[in-house]
């Protein structure tokens, strides 16, 4: 994890990517020349990084800007379900006009279509289906944690960091609550239900506000007549009141006077 901090932040500089570009390869150094392939938003991806890290022996796939320099021009205009290829040697962009514009960058698929495994297939570039396919878990939680989550407004960094850390966590236990039991629940009750077990689990302890202790500790007697008089007293009557009556006063002592 690499946490933005402005001009001070923690990432190995390479010329020609930017800071977007030097995240991904400082945060992939251990795992290029693998044969891992990489998918990313269209805030990283750029041709300078995807042929950056296909000589790494590392594939990429991803949504991408047509501005980012590099890319090749696309018709501005295009009817639903039209697409337009644009490769060289080792990549290949993508125009796609699906309800809006769907622009992509891969150096791992062919130039072909392919239907969607719905119960309405619908035909889409072999990249947008793999990506889909592999983001969509990405894509799933941040929708979700999105509705519930636990951050607040705050201009210390580290509290955004703590409250997003605490959302992931909890959605992953959610996810392999759903893999061990057979009880299916909305995430937000989920969530409810973990607050209240943590605060019974762990209680927070009373504070003593210091002052002097109370004489008239509510006992067993008590607690029963006021419940007989809260149920009665819209039709007061001779009984509840002999059962007040009957209970045992206490009364405080004070220096100078008897009990």
């Known amino acids: 994890m690499v946490i933005y901090t402005g001009a001070t932040t923690s990432i190995k500089s390479v010329e ?50 047509l501005n980012r320099r590099g890319m090749p021009t696309f018709p501005k205009k295009m009817k639903r379900g039209e697409v337009t290829f ?50 969509g878990a990405v894509d799933r939680a941040d929708m979700i944690t999105s509705f519930v989550d ?46 209240k077990e943590l605060i019974q689990e762990h209680p927070l302890p009373r504070r003593s506000t210091g002052g002097r202790p109370c004489v008239n500790t509510p006992t067993a007697a008590h607690r029963e007549a006021l419940s007989f008089f809260c149920a009665s007293y819209r039709s007061p009557g001779t009984e509840h009141k002999a059962a007040l009556q009957s209970l045992p006063l206490h009364h405080p002592t004070q220096k100078g006077r008897e009990n």
């Open 150 to 195: 636990c951050a607040r407004k705050s201009t210390k960094w580290y509290k955004k960091l703590f409250f997003h850390l605490l959302d992931t966590a909890v959605l992953n236990a959610y996810t392999v609550h759903r893999k061990l039991s057979e009880e299916r629940m909305p995430y937000k009750d989920f969530r409810l239900k973990l607050v």
């Open 86 to 135: 644009r490769e060289n040697v080792t990549q290949l962009a993508v125009k796609w006009q699906d309800k809006r514009d769907v622009n992509f960058l891969t150096t791992v698929h062919p130039s072909s279509m392919a239907q969607s495994g719905r119960l309405e297939p619908k035909v889409k570039p072999a990249c947008v289906l793999d990506y889909n396919k592999k983001m």
């Open 16 to 65: 020609g990517l930017g800071v977007p570009g030097s995240v991904v390869m400082t945060l992939l150094a251990p795992h290029l020349g693998k044969g891992h392939v990489l998918y990313v938003d269209n805030w990283y991806s750029s041709p300078m990084l995807f042929q950056h890290l296909l000589h790494q022996g590392t594939g990429a796939c991803g949504t991408v800007r």
